[in-house]
């Protein structure tokens, strides 16, 4: 998986499935517009400009680290940490999939290579692309969910701190592989 699932999941565990909704939201939505993005030809600005590949890259890191740090450092789950305050928010999810290289360079080779076989063309890069932002919808849902049962483990001081930073460093390892590649 790559950061946004991971991240879904560790929102879930610590968060709980329900103040975790708008995180879910904004990273759909984020997911739109790198779908758009890569329908609209994305990829020619990326080749014209490979540096801004890379300042992409390394801002979406630089997020991808606050929000890791977010998950490392949420407080441990008691009765009276309800206020949902540490939670990430629509904007955080809608900026880590905006910034997530991972997303736009899996849509540019899936409509490079993979497009439905419909004519006109429009319509192939249109149909493709709500396919698969349909598959990311129940994929995104199934890691929020995962992470809403592991919930339980969160509520045990030295196992939440040791889960939240593995899964912190996990979405970090996902973020630097996909930078290396």
Known sequence: PGPAPLALAAAGAVFGVRR???FL???LLGLAVAISGAALGLNVLFEAFPEAVFVMQLVGAAYLLF???KIATAPVISPGLETGEYAPTFVHGFVLNLMNPKAYAAFVAIFSQFLLPTVPKAWAFAL???LCFLVALV???VWLCLGGLMRPLFTRPQSARVLRLLLAVLMLVSV???IWQ
């Open 139 to 141: 994929v995104d849902v």
């Open 20 to 22: 975790s909704l708008p």
């Open 128 to 130: 493709t692309g709500v």
């Open 25 to 27: 939201m904004g990273i």
């Open 67 to 69: 929000i890791a740090f």
């Open 176 to 178: 630097a592989w996909v």
